[in-house]
């Protein structure tokens, strides 16, 4: 079964999209919507659905940034952000930590690029300002989706033909060339995150 916590497709719309409507390859389906799911979100260095980042009873998922570095922005690593649940700072020591809430006056946050401003600076150190936060899609962009689905098709239909450049028959070719075409690849580049 496809791991629905982030794929950005599933197996019935991927079915849809190749007109194939038996059980033969559902498996395979499956494997193929985990890995473009995978590959789509490294390519463009973040999660799509929407993900809870916070620190919880035997997990810590919240997002760790230097002060140092910070000059007054702070890029999150996932967008757009749904909730902005909390933004500390460490007062004490990396071993032995004391986190205390900034105060909402004193930053501002675009949710849209995940991006939170501090008019005033933060606190200099090291992994000493912690953010908690909700960001991603309720539902996965229709154009997300489509690039996952043609990927998918992609893969599926080369899996015969691994290691050939291009297929002809009956005077049509099909270039296999690289494996994100022009037009998925100007779908993820919207996404891409900015790296600073």
Not at 162 to 188: C, H, P, Q, R
Request: proline share 2%; charged share 30%; net charge negative.
């Amino acid at each position: 079964m496809a791991k629905e916590e982030y794929s950005l497709t599933n197996l019935s719309k991927i079915k849809s999209f190749l007109g194939i409507d038996d059980t033969d390859s559902d498996e395979l389906f499956n494997d193929l919507i985990n890995s473009i799911s995978d590959f789509i979100e490294n390519f463009c260095g973040r999660r799509f659905i929407s993900t809870v980042y916070e620190v919880a009873e035997g997990s810590d998922t919240a997002e760790y940034f230097d002060g140092d570095d910070i000059v007054e922005n702070i890029y999150l690593k996932n967008y757009p952000i749904t909730e902005l649940s909390k933004v500390e700072y460490n007062s004490g020591t990396f071993s032995t930590p004391d986190w205390h809430e900034y105060d909402a006056d004193d930053y501002s946050y675009d949710a849209k690029a995940g991006i939170i401003t501090f008019e005033g600076g933060v606190r200099g150190g090291k992994q000493n300002i912690r953010v908690s936060y909700t960001a991603g899609y309720e539902t996965i962009p229709h154009d997300i989706e489509l690039a996952a689905n043609k990927l998918i098709a992609k893969s599926f239909n080369k899996r015969k033909s691994e290691g050939v450049t291009g297929e002809g028959a009956g005077g049509a070719n099909i270039n296999w060339g690289d494996f994100v075409s022009e037009d998925i690849k100007a779908i993820l580049d919207k996404y891409e995150k900015v790296s600073l």
